[in-house]
């Protein structure tokens, strides 16, 4: 699995998100990335998933199968976002 965020990098979050993502990664052994939205990934996979606010944190499985999402600029407790990138 993997955790995907996808998020604004010039926002008002960019470091609260940059901070979770590391402290996520410190957590878990899975892969964890973060994509701004003003990249052709970014863009693409919010196409894919369909967010409709940002920040977006997404557990996905390694066929694209979406697990587990979060939106908005209240981030989740780190436990649980782990929880689901390592079952």
């Keep these: 699995m993997k955790m995907v965020i996808l998020y604004h990098p010039n926002s008002e979050f960019s ?3 940059e901070d979770f993502a590391e402290a996520c990664g410190k957590k878990s ?4 990335e973060t994509i701004s939205l003003e990249t052709t990934e970014g863009d ?10 940002y920040p977006a944190i997404l557990v ?18 780190i436990n649980e976002v ?5 079952s």
């Design 44 to 53: 693409s996979i919010a196409s894919l998933y369909g967010p409709l606010q």
């Design 60 to 77: 996905i499985r390694e066929d694209g199968q979406l697990v587990k999402g979060w939106q908005g600029g209240s981030l989740p407790v």
């Design 82 to 86: 782990v929880g689901y990138l390592d």
């Design 29 to 32: 052994s899975q892969k964890i």
């Design 15 to 17: 470091s609260a998100v």
